[in-house]
T-cell receptor, first 117, second 111 residues
Framework: GAVVSQHPSWVICKSGTSVKIECRSLDFQATTMFWYRQFPKQSLMLMAT?????????EQGVEKDKFLINHASLTLSTLTVTSAHPEDSSFYIC?????????????FGQGTRLTVV | AQSVTQLGSHVSVSEGALVLLRCNYS??????LFWYVQYPNQGLQLLLKYTSAATLVKGINGFEAEFKKSETSFHLTKPSAHMSDAAEYFC?????????FGTGTSLTVIP
């Protein structure tokens, strides 16, 4: 159990285009999902927290108009990188909190490697 | 506020030697602590987790970690390093599902 599926696993896009990344909890309901970003040779940094049916909460320094997050259901959250630029190239990882387990931990997707050319 | 500190961004050990990766945490509540491994160009793989049960936690691939409240530590160990253990290791603390990661330790195994 507790499987989180993230799609796509990698994507290459042209500068100026938008890219959507999906995060799905396959066998549990996730009222909260988290989006992290990892630059090469660095740790994971929280970008935003999304709660089902409400607006996402963004960490300081993260542009909410550039990184659009939608959490329309208990099993799906999406991150859209709008007007992508090469500096947005990074590894993006989502996680989902299982409300059925007291919400004390979360489970990670496989990550999406975004390359903007 | 929650945070973790990983001492040593790079650790090198000989194959067959003891692996010790250090992690200290700061938490205002009883912590949920995790160790993850990340291989190049891959996602996170959970090695083990501490969730207030036994203080000595056994994980996959022969790894284990001991929660020491008095030292606010959660160090990761493995008795005998294998070449396949070479990877990046992250210690993390969870605050109701929001993870705070350490800066990571890159483990090199020397044949």
């Amino acid at each position: 159990g507790a499987v989180v599926s993230q799609h796509p696993s990698w994507v290459i896009c042209k500068s100026g285009t938008s890219v959507k990344i999906e995060c799905r909890s396959l066998d549990f309901q996730a009222t909260t999902m988290f989006w992290y970003r990892q630059f090469p040779k660095q740790s994971l940094m929280l970008m935003a927290t999304s709660n089902e049916g409400s607006k996402a909460t963004y960490e300081q320094g993260v542009e909410k108009d550039k990184f659009l997050i939608n959490h329309a259901s208990l099993t799906l959250s999406t991150l859209t990188v709008t007007s992508a630029h090469p500096e947005d190239s990074s590894f993006y990882i989502c996680s989902a909190r299982d409300r059925g387990q007291g919400g004390t931990e979360a489970f990670f997707g496989q990550g999406t490697r975004l390359t903007v050319v | 506020a929650q945070s973790v500190t990983q001492l040593g961004s790079h650790v090198s050990v000989s194959e067959g030697a003891l692996v010790l990766l250090r992690c200290n945490y700061s938490s205002s509540v009883p912590p949920y602590l995790f160790w993850y491994v990340q291989y190049p160009n891959q996602g996170l793989q959970l090695l083990l987790k501490y969730t207030s049960a036994a203080t000595l936690v056994k994980g996959i691939n022969g790894f284990e970690a001991e929660f020491k409240k008095s030292e606010t530590s959660f160090h990761l160990t493995k008795p005998s390093a294998h070449m396949s253990d070479a990877a990046e290791y992250f210690c993390a603390v969870s605050d109701f599902g929001q993870f705070y990661f350490g800066t990571g330790t890159s483990l090199t195994v020397i044949p």
